[in-house]
């Protein structure tokens, strides 16, 4: 049963990420990867990071991605790029680099010893994080509010109008 | 039950894909589209080693990695506006004035 | 006696002081400065001198090591200082002479540039001759040794405008280097073979004669060795064959600065070193030997080439070789205290004859030719009075200075073991040159007639009185200085033979009584000097043709002599063009230019070229990047799963 579920939501998180690069307008390729997320935030639950999931849909869905379509909106773009590709001979260079790259990831893990997820081992509720980011993780915790600080200044100051 | 190398894998393949968007594709939003799928990939990565050594750290890490990648979501984004205020063009290849 | 570091020392602070605030200093601060350092310097050693003549033999030497200087595993070295009756008479040598020549400086240097800067290397000087001399191990004298090197090589080029300065002071510098290497080897001999350096160690050690016989004429044992390295440093510094050729260059310098370092103190330190070796030399007969004989033999060439020049200062020069000659000729004679005895006297009466010359050379604007003076006893009568006082002692007349001297000198030499007659001739035939030529000298100078016109020498006149008074005390010097040294056939007791003959350890020698033989002796060297004038007088008073006369007969040898027998061409042909011609051809063009140049602007040149191939990496395309980063990802993966 877990492992339909996982092969089915696996192939709509491969499938629209294999979408979102195919479509010729960025609109549909921002939607298609909403579609991606939320599949891979089936497959958190899956793994019992059940607050994780619910967050991915959330922040990452919900407000990330929101302003990514704002953004295009507001640019208002055309279909599609001008002008010929200059480094047409990437995509010849990068496919089978990339080939080559899965194939190693796939050699090494056909090999290993895996074992068995989804055991009753952990809890990934929000009690649990909240815990951990409070007492192990406090530093980074707060550094992190810092960070969100330094790139809301950064993104008001780089949108200006007159700089 | 389901392997932890299936996890992997599908995390691996994901990266890839992002990884080719950024050969593929040449407008800049689409390669911040691309960033994200591979930022995507990786918190899937995290989440199920977390699962396999049954702590909670992994999944904590994610947590850090959401807000890093919102943080330069935000800060691309702004920059992306402020290019096509000049350029008119989100060609990402019009931008190579750091050249030799 | 707490007091002994102070006397070097202290013109080592004169010199700092005017060395280093000397541009801002007006010209009599500086003077006072350093003339004041030494004056004090000289008060002190007086004082010290004194203490020390109460005291009983069994107290001396008086040894103050003052810190440790090298320590490197069992070898130590002190910075030491040694007062005894050698090291106290030549410290008063050195500061009281250096003290009248500073005052004579001021009035000499007063129009000069570089007033401040001359006083600095002076003052410097003087501080290290006084290390030298109070040294009390072999590696302090050698520091003093080298620093006086370096200063007179600073004083002779002084005038570093002119090439010719500056040739002659490098050329000082680097003959001096040659005996250094000689000094040099023989520190090191002298810590192989005794495990220390310092005098009283090695001395004390020597007196074991079961460890150290006296090594037998012919043999070459490590005693002799020890003894002739150090006298090739002796000869390097104090210019004798074949080392010399320095010194008639350096007459470049300054009068003053001849008469301190070429005359009375530099010069003079081969001649202490050897003293102070007595120990050392008394094993080693056959380097003794060698000592006495290249001694005389530079006495009677120096002095042979004298016979013959015309620049005031070169006769002088020579001089100084010719009788530093005869200091050596004592030394290898066994008469140490001799030696020493005719070095103060020499001081004297040559400090005197350069700075009178150097007032004569004042006095006519710069002209040092002496067929271009003539007749100046008129205008210049206080310089010409203390030049006779200073040609009649150095010619060996009685009852001057010189004469008691050299008398003493001659009397060694009689008594020496080893072919003692035969260098007893020739030491006279020496005396009687060094009577003539230097009353050519004073001759062609001061008497006859002026052979300059009145437009190319405008008002010769005396010089001030500051330079005046610094040739009077050393005139009366060199009248009395003798008086020491009067030997028990005249009637005195030669106070300064027995002074010094402890510090010197000399083996007992006959000159303690009296005695005919020496009388007669006396007689003899006195007229062969009387000789000397009066054919100096016959040349170029009574018959003034006889020069050119003769001249033109023995042409050759004539020749050869005013060319100072080509030494200097020798020496060029031989060491300095090859050396140069290596340095040039091989060692700037091909070495230097071509490898070394070419290695380091090479490397230049290859980061270069990759770096112009490299920047095309940088095309300013985001995806090319990110085809790198994912090539060097697959990379570092194929590598951690190899």
Same mark, same amino acid.
């Given at each position: ?14 499938? +629209?990420?294999? !979408? ?20 891979? =935030? ?68 056909? !090999? ?25 993780? #406090? ?19 780089? *949108?200006?109008?007159?700089? | ?16 894909? %992002? ?30 080693? =977390? ?50 | ?105 001021? %009035? ?27 040294? !009390? ?6 520091? %003093? ?11 002779? %080029? ?41 005098? *009283? ?68 330190? &081969? ?61 290898? +004679? ?28 004042? &006095? ?40 008691? =001297? ?10 020496? *073991? ?108 006195? =007229? ?72 380091? !602007? ?32 697959? #990379? ?7």
């Amino acid at each position: 049963m877990m492992q339909t579920i996982f092969f089915v939501f696996a192939a709509v998180a491969v499938g +629209a990420a294999i !979408n979102v690069l195919v479509q010729k307008h960025v609109m549909y390729s921002a939607l298609s990867l909403i579609l991606m997320l939320t599949a891979v =935030s089936v497959l958190f639950i899956l793994l019992r990071a059940d607050f994780l999931a619910v967050i991915q849909v959330i922040i990452y869905a919900g407000a990330i991605m929101v302003l990514f379509v704002f953004v295009i909106m507001l640019l208002n773009l055309p279909q599609d790029e001008d002008g010929a590709d200059r480094l047409w001979w990437l995509k010849f260079l990068g496919i089978p680099l990339g080939l080559f790259f899965l194939f190693l990831v796939i050699a090494t893990l056909w !090999n290993v010893e895996s074992s068995v997820d989804t055991r009753a081992g952990i809890s990934g509720s929000a009690g649990a994080i909240g815990h951990s980011l409070f007492t192990d993780f #406090l530093l980074p915790f707060e550094a992190t509010s810092l960070l969100i600080l330094i790139a809301l200044m950064g993104a008001v100051v780089f *949108a200006k109008k007159d700089l | 039950m389901i392997p932890v190398g299936w996890y992997l894998i599908l995390g691996a393949v994901l990266f890839l894909i %992002g990884a080719l968007g950024f050969f593929i594709k040449r407008n800049m939003i689409a390669l911040l589209l691309s960033i994200e799928i591979m930022l995507n990939a990786v918190n899937l990565t995290f989440v199920a080693f =977390s699962a396999q050594h049954a702590q909670i750290s992994g999944q904590v890490f994610v947590f850090f990695v959401l807000v890093v990648a919102a943080s330069e979501a935000a800060v691309g984004l702004a920059l992306v506006i402020a290019i096509f205020r000049n350029r008119e063009s989100l060609n990402v290849d019009r931008s190579n004035l750091l050249k030799w | 006696m707490d007091l002994l570091w102070l006397i070097p020392v202290l013109p080592l602070i004169g010199a700092t002081t005017n060395g280093v605030l000397g541009k801002r200093l007006p010209k009599n601060v500086i003077s006072l400065v350093a003339a004041g350092s030494v004056g004090v310097s000289f008060l002190i050693s007086l004082r010290l001198f004194l203490a020390m003549l109460g005291q009983p033999q069994s107290e001396l030497p008086i040894l103050k090591d003052y810190f440790t200087w090298i320590q490197a595993g069992p070898f130590q070295a002190q910075f030491g200082l040694m007062l005894d009756h050698l090291s106290g008479v030549m410290i008063l040598i050195v500061s009281g002479i250096g003290f009248l020549i500073h005052i004579y400086s001021v %009035g000499y240097m007063s129009h000069e540039d570089g007033f401040y800067r001359y006083f600095a290397y002076l003052n410097l000087f003087v501080f290290f001759m006084l290390t030298l001399v109070l040294a !009390n191990n072999y590696l302090l004298m050698f520091v %003093g040794w080298e620093g006086v090197g370096l200063c007179s090589y600073l004083l002779i %080029g002084f005038w570093f405008s002119r090439k010719s300065a500056v040739d002659a002071g490098k050329k000082a510098f680097i003959v001096n280097r040659v005996g250094d290497f000689g000094f040099i080897l023989a520190i090191m001999l002298i810590y192989w073979t005794f495990d220390r350096v310092d005098f *009283a160690s090695v001395f004390s050690r020597l007196e074991n004669a079961a460890l150290f016989p006296v090594e037998p004429l012919g043999s070459v044992g490590v005693l002799t060795t020890i003894c002739l390295l150090l006298f090739v440093g002796a000869a390097g510094k104090s210019a004798q064959f074949p080392l010399y050729v320095w010194l008639p260059d350096a007459m470049e310098g300054p009068a003053p600065v001849s008469a301190l370092i070429h005359a009375a103190t530099m010069v003079t330190a &081969g001649v202490y070193m050897v003293a102070r070796s007595a120990s050392l030399y008394n094993h080693a007969p056959g380097a003794l030997l060698v000592v006495a004989v290249v001694g005389l033999f530079t006495a009677v060439y120096a002095a042979s080439i004298g016979l013959v020049q015309t620049d005031i200062k070169k006769i002088l020069a020579y001089s100084t070789i010719s009788q530093l000659g005869y200091m050596f000729l004592a030394c290898g +004679a066994g008469a140490y205290a001799a030696g020493i005895f005719h070095l103060m006297t020499h001081a004297f009466f040559k400090a005197l004859l350069f700075l009178a010359a150097g007032s004569v050379i004042h &006095g006519m604007g710069g002209v040092q030719d002496i067929r271009k003076m003539g007749g100046l006893r008129r205008h210049m009568p206080w310089t010409h009075a203390t030049f006779l006082v200073g040609t009649l002692t150095i010619a060996g007349v009685p009852p001057l200075a010189g004469f008691f =001297s050299k008398d003493a000198i001659l009397w060694g030499t009689w008594n020496y *073991a080893n072919y003692g007659r035969l260098l007893w001739f020739v030491g006279v035939a020496a005396a009687g040159f060094t009577s003539f030529y230097m009353f050519r000298l004073l001759i062609l100078t001061f008497y006859g007639r002026a052979q300059y016109s009145d437009n190319d020498v405008h008002h010769v006149h005396e010089p001030a009185r500051s330079m005046l008074l610094p040739l009077v005390v050393l005139a009366i010097g060199s009248i009395v200085a003798g008086w020491l040294g009067i030997p028990p056939v005249l009637g005195g007791s030669n106070p300064i033979q027995q002074f010094l003959t402890p510090a010197t350890h000399e083996t007992e020698s006959e000159s303690l009584g009296a005695s005919t033989t020496e009388f007669v002796l006396m007689l003899a060297s006195t =007229s062969v000097s009387l000789l000397g004038l009066g054919l100096a007088y016959l040349f170029y008073v009574a018959r003034p043709e006889l020069p050119e006369k003769m001249a033109a007969r023995t042409h050759a040898m004539y020749s050869i002599m005013v060319n100072k027998y080509y030494v200097d061409e020798l020496y060029d042909t031989i060491i300095v063009s090859p050396l140069v011609q290596t340095s040039r051809e091989f060692l700037w063009k091909f070495v230097d230019v071509l490898m070394i140049d070419g290695a380091v !602007n090479g490397i230049g040149r290859v980061i270069r070229g990759s770096a112009r191939g490299l920047r095309h990496m940088q095309s300013g395309y985001v995806r090319a990047y990110i085809g790198w980063i994912l090539f060097g990802g697959v #990379l570092v993966m194929a590598w951690f799963l190899r």
